[in-house]
């Protein structure tokens, strides 16, 4: 099967005419992709968008950032080490070629590095200019912008959680020009178009504030503090018009969105219809006028696409169909573009339908290319011809409901995986996952439940579980695999599960509370308990775990939540793959869970693989080498055993559907999603 490539990591330039992202290949690897999107750089000129390729010697841990001039920045570092190694490209000159169009053979206008030579396009080898250099440096992040002569900002975190923000220029390749902030710093905001004045929300003693700072003489102060309400965070700015919009509340305590001007922010206008959406609503980009305002509306595991006019405020929804939009987006006079993904397209730019400042005499239309000519070339179509076979379904329980992403029939498909997500505070979306793509191709169905813990759905469901891992979601998967076991044929194989991360964790568990309600398993970086996770972990997740609550064990039937106690009762087929390098969950959780298995024993012991993969980290699918990886996953996952038709079950075990109380909430380690991979 021809695929789309998957993308993660897109960026736009300052004003949005250059973007840029990681491509993996088809070993998992992973290079540096580029677009001129408003064919601004020679030769490109009065051609469509043009896509480039560079050399796959990148991590998920690089950061991509294309200049205004044409370049392209590339950051690369090591977790923990504060070394980094800058890289600035230059496009090299090429031959006219169609629009998107696959460039077999090494596509390398990005080399690896200064010695690297590779074959552009047109066949001859020459080198390709390349500057670099090294960055000792905490927590360093690339920001579009600065004042004329930078490439970008540096925002760099320093050891005693100040932030350092600096100028990246060339030739020589350097960091020039500290400002110092005393306190950590969200998004940098342009409150002009000189680049020289940001706004941004500082972190201090009383949480954050918002401050513009000037990078001219390196002065910050405090924004004026609205008469009519509090700032909570900046979202958005828009230099041409004034615009800047925020989170804030009038005086009640409720989050709304406000706009103020940038000349004067001492009042905010909290306007009906754009606090009128139902759901969760983040601004994306602002057209260049600063008159129109991408916003993304996200309710539970779907999200549309809203146009909102500022000053008629007036949203209505864009030419796209619900899916999921990545929090970057660039609006240039060529037009609005946004990373769109479904369950069955991998994330990709999108051209959103009339939001040019120009019309376009000859729109390019990549769904009418072969899939090898429309790699890399952002569609200027609402969606690929094809109709999605995804959607939402909620399913009942005990104590509630909660929602899931279905791929196929359920109730009729030979295999039916049941996917849980990691986090534990994360959940899936209309978007695109290429396992369980993978999994879907191979004639599987897919469900994809956001049982409790899940977030998106209020801060009672995303609270649950604190201080309950494994009791109320636990609870949830029991009595979804009910449902589907009762709603399929009755010599139909049972379902599979599939579980990364937490989601690991929670899937072992499932198999261990009900050993004959499930046909296979597999795991990816699990871990056995909350408990000894945090004794075998880094202090960062130590701090985490506890930040989340590890409470009091249940007092039911299954008894505390320790795989590593509960291995004997699992009675199904088990694959389980661990990154070796793995900075998050210890690879040693995984060969503990080997070593429990083996002496668990017993006639009724089911065949399991534990595997370390050697120079992997937390998402070894997603590195190199991970193509084979899915492969054997899915080949495990899919393989039908017929003594796993429906057996006579031992009495079902009472297990609790905790209610516990709510903790302050946190960010938890696990399942990273390609929009928190973008740095900000």
């Excluded at 649950?464 to 636990?474: C, E, K, T």
């Excluded at 998967?477 to 449902?483: A, E, P, Q, Y």
């Excluded at 709510?662 to 938890?668: E, G, N, P, Q, T």
Aim: proline residues 12%; aromatic residues 4%; hydrophobic residues 35%.
């Amino acid at each position: 099967m021809n695929r789309r490539p998957e993308r993660i990591s897109f960026r736009f330039s300052a004003r949005s005419r250059f973007a840029a992202c990681l491509v993996a290949t088809a070993d998992g690897a992973l290079a540096p992709g580029w677009w001129d999107l408003d064919d601004t750089h020679p030769p490109y000129a009065g051609a469509p968008p043009r896509y480039r390729e560079g050399a796959p010697a990148e991590t998920t841990a690089t950061q991509v950032l294309p200049t205004e001039d044409g370049g392209l920045l590339r950051l690369r570092g090591t977790a923990g080490s504060g070394r980094h190694l800058l890289l600035l490209s230059r496009p090299a000159p090429a031959p006219a070629t169609a629009a998107g169009s696959s460039l077999s053979g090494p596509r390398s206008p990005y080399p690896a590095g200064p010695a690297s030579m590779d074959p552009s396009p047109a066949g001859p080898k020459a080198p390709y200019p390349t500057e670099e250099l090294v960055v000792e440096a905490r927590g360093l992040r690339l920001v579009p912008g600065g004042p004329p002569g930078t490439l970008a900002l540096a925002v760099e975190t320093t050891h005693d959680g100040r932030t350092r923000v600096r100028r990246v220029r060339s030739t020589p390749l350097r960091l020039s020009d500290p400002v110092i902030l005393p306190g950590r710093v969200t998004a940098l905001l342009p409150l002009d178009g000189t680049g020289h004045r940001y706004a941004t929300d500082l972190e201090g003693p009383d949480g954050y504030r918002p401050v513009s700072l000037d990078l001219r003489d390196g002065t910050w102060h405090a924004l004026p503090s609205p008469a009519n309400g509090r700032i909570h965070r900046l979202l958005l700015s828009a230099p041409a018009s004034g615009l800047l919009l925020t989170a804030s509340d009038p005086g009640d305590g409720r989050l709304r969105i406000a706009h103020t001007t940038l000349g004067d922010p001492t009042r905010l206008s909290f306007p009906d219809r754009l606090n009128s959406l139902d759901g969760a609503v983040l601004p994306l980009a602002a057209d260049p006028a600063g008159e129109r305002v991408a916003l993304r509306v996200t309710r539970g595991a779907r999200a549309r696409l809203f146009l909102y006019d500022v000053g008629a405020d007036r949203p209505r929804p864009a030419a796209l169909p619900p899916g999921a939009f990545h929090p970057v987006a660039g609006w240039s006079t060529g037009g609005l573009r946004v990373v769109y993904a479904t369950p069955d397209r991998p994330a990709d730019l999108v051209t959103v339908p009339d939001t040019a400042a120009h019309p376009d005499p000859a729109p390019y239309d990549a769904s009418q290319d072969a899939p090898s000519r429309s790699l890399g070339a952002p569609t200027n179509t609402p969606y690929m011809a094809g109709t999605s076979h995804a959607a939402t379904e909620w399913f009942a329980t005990p104590s509630g409901r909660f929602e899931a992403v279905v791929l196929g029939d359920r109730r009729t498909a030979p295999t039916v995986v049941v996917a849980l997500h990691g986090g534990p505070e994360d959940h899936w979306t209309l978007g695109h996952d290429p396992v369980l793509a993978r999994l879907s191709d191979a004639g599987a169905a897919v469900v994809a439940p956001n049982q409790r813990g899940s977030t998106g759905y209020g801060r009672a469901h995303a609270e649950a579980i604190h201080g309950a891992w494994g009791v109320p979601d636990l609870a949830d998967i029991r009595s979804l695999v009910r449902t589907l076991t009762e709603q399929r044929p009755p010599d139909a194989e049972p379902p599979v599960l599939l579980g990364t991360s937490y989601g690991g964790f929670l899937a072992l568990l499932a198999v261990c509370a009900d050993p004959y309600a499930w046909a296979r398993c597999a795991v990816i970086a699990p871990f056995l308990s909350a408990r000894g996770l945090r004794e075998r972990s880094s202090p960062a997740v130590r701090a985490l775990i506890d930040r989340h609550g590890l409470g009091e064990p249940p007092d039911d039937d299954l008894g505390p939540r320790d795989v590593e106690r509960l291995a004997h009762r699992i009675r199904v087929p088990l694959l389980a793959l661990h990154g070796c390098d793995d900075p998050v969950v210890p690879v040693d959780e995984t060969r503990r869970l080997r070593r429990s298995l083996a002496e668990a024993g017993g006639p009724r012991r089911a065949p399991h693989d534990c595997l370390d993969i050697a120079g992997a980290g937390h998402h070894p699918l997603q590195e190199r080498g991970g193509a084979g990886l899915t492969d054997r996953l899915v080949s495990f996952l899919t393989a039908r055993a017929p003594d796993r038709r429906r057996t006579l079950p031992p009495p079902e075990l009472t297990v609790a559907d905790a209610a516990v109380r709510h903790r302050r909430s946190s960010a938890v380690f696990g399942h990273i999603t390609h929009d928190e991979r973008t740095p900000p």
